[in-house]
């Protein structure tokens, strides 16, 4: 996947008024692409051409994370005035990357939801202001919509296909039937994966973003010293839970003090085993469903969301995709944490079947991927990180 840097340069078409280009036989499409829903600050253009086939021409990300260390969390107010310190140059630095024109482009797309109202603000106002000015289709995307729709630019790969999205603020299994078209089979019903890695390194106390630093204290530890509970196993619904997974960690340190490094590694090592084993027969229930409803037709098992740049875990979800004949396709790392290539992307994939938006769009905090899911306790508590 060419990104940033090693991208061939794309030379707008030589055409007299953008009226002629849109009037020709069709075209690559070219999308600027704005993210800023959490604690990255990203700008991005993709291109996708008349056969469905994407193409990043440039892709930035500013991360925030010293801003917010000292918190051990996303301040949301810190994070919003963050983006709006930075977005501008950004958007500059992918366009110039790309080699794009503002003219040239045909689509602004911001995600618009779900997130932290402030960025999300930032970010939607921004994609308004150059699609007014020069006079460019607006497209509001669904940040966990964007993270299901990746795999489409990375292998081309078309749904249906059932994704298992682990990140900061959503643990979902989906089926995406279509572009737009989602079915929720499972949910957290408390914390999302990723903020159970950030709160255990956190009370253990290791580093900032937590999952990187569970991981790496694990890899010198050895599960099975401590006992943890692997949450929801061999429920019928996918759903899953990890606050009594943390709350079991926070147990087993307590008894333990003053921590070793050797008691963290042991600690960090069985919460990555029991995170492996609970997410392993999770998936492989939703598996069993998606094959109910779906037939043969998607035998795709895609990961997305930060989380599934965990080794252990992709170790376990290659094994479940494996006994079950399912292909496992997890996008690189770049692309699985948050990024604006895959906004743009989405944002090219709806501009592609007409479904762009008006300027009078409202950014959301909240906005479910399928809005008929029976809602469960506690989810969407998290709605701030995707
Ligand atoms: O998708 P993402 O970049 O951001 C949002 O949540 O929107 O995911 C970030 C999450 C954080 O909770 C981080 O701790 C977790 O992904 N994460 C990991 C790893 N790398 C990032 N969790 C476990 N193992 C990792 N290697
Ligand atoms: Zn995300």
Redesign the pocket.
């Known amino acids: 996947m060419p990104l940033n840097g090693s991208v061939r340069k794309w030379h707008p078409m030589e055409s007299p008024t953008k009226t002629a280009i849109k009037a020709e036989a069709p075209r690559q499409a070219l999308v600027l692409g704005l993210e800023t829903?959490?604690d990255?600050t990203a700008a991005a253009v993709v291109a996708r051409s008349p056969d469905g086939r994407g193409r990043i021409l440039s892709s930035v990300v500013r991360a925030q994370w010293e801003e917010h260390r000292g918190y051990g969390g996303v301040v949301p107010e810190i994070a919003a005035r963050a983006h709006v310190e930075c977005l501008d140059e950004i958007i500059a630095e992918a366009m110039r990357d790309a080699g794009v024109a503002f003219d040239a482009l045909d689509a602004v797309a911001a995600t618009a939801g779900p997130g932290l109202i402030g960025g999300l603000l930032v970010g939607v106002i921004s994609a308004k202001a150059i699609a007014l000015v020069h006079d460019l289709e607006f497209v509001a995307v669904n940040?966990l919509e964007a993270?299901a729709l990746t795999v489409g630019l990375t292998e081309g790969l078309r749904p249906p296909y059932l994704l298992l999205l682990i990140?900061?603020?959503?643990t979902q299994l989906l089926i995406v039937r279509d572009v737009g078209r989602y079915e929720r089979l499972g949910t957290t019903i408390d914390d999302?994966?990723?903020?159970a890695?950030?709160k255990t390194?956190k009370l253990l106390g290791l580093g900032f973003?937590?999952?990187?630093a569970?991981?790496r204290a694990a890899s010198a530890g050895r599960p099975g010293r401590f006992e943890l509970p692997r949450p929801m196993l061999g429920r019928a619904e996918p759903h899953f839970s990890f606050a009594g997974l943390k709350t079991a960690v926070r147990h087993r340190a307590q008894a333990m003090l003053p921590l070793t490094d050797a008691v963290v590694a042991d600690l960090c090592a069985e919460f990555e085993a029991a995170v492996a084993d609970s997410v392993a027969d999770r998936v492989r229930r939703a598996i069993e469903i998606t094959d109910q409803r779906l037939g043969t037709s998607a035998r795709h098992l895609v990961v997305a969301?930060?989380?599934a740049?965990?080794?252990k875990?992709r170790g376990a979800l290659a094994a479940v995709a494996d006994d079950a004949g399912y292909v496992l396709h997890v996008p690189p790392p770049q692309l699985?944490?948050?990024n604006a290539a895959m906004v743009a992307w989405a944002g090219a994939e709806r501009l592609a079947r007409g479904r762009t938006d008006g300027l009078d769009f409202e950014a959301r905090s909240r906005w479910p991927l399928d809005p008929e899911a029976t809602p469960v306790l506690g989810a969407g508590r998290h709605g701030a990180?995707?």
């Open positions: 829903s959490c990255e940040h993270h990140s900061g603020g959503h999302a994966l990723g903020e890695f950030d390194a973003p937590g999952g990187p569970v991981e969301g930060g989380v740049a965990n080794k875990l699985c944490t948050d990180k995707a």
